[in-house]
């Protein structure tokens, strides 16, 4: 298992949600990146909400950014990198 990096910069307010998903408020929270809706990384998955990277490059560097979407929206997102 790889160690966890970042975890200090992830808000308070990531822990105060409730989870769409199991109903639960424990642990850490993603959002859906087209809704205010919430829940757990590890619920999603298990309930096939759909998740990806997006690549660009900004300054000359490029960045990767991790953005998922909720049972309602995942249909409506493209399969595209950007």
């Known amino acids: ?18 989870c769409v998903i199991c109903n639960q ?10 809704c205010s809706t919430y829940y757990h990384a590890m619920c999603a998955s ?4 759909r998740m990806e990277l997006r690549c660009l490059e900004k300054n000359g560097k490029q960045i990767t950014k991790m ?4 049972s309602y929206h995942w249909y409506d997102s493209t399969f595209q990198v950007y």
């Open 1 to 18: 298992m790889e160690p966890a990096v970042g975890i200090l910069n992830i808000s308070s307010q990531a822990f105060v949600k409730v």
């Open 25 to 34: 408020m424990h642990g850490s929270f993603t959002q859906c990146f087209k």
């Open 46 to 49: 298990k309930a096939g909400y």
């Open 67 to 70: 953005v998922s979407y909720c």
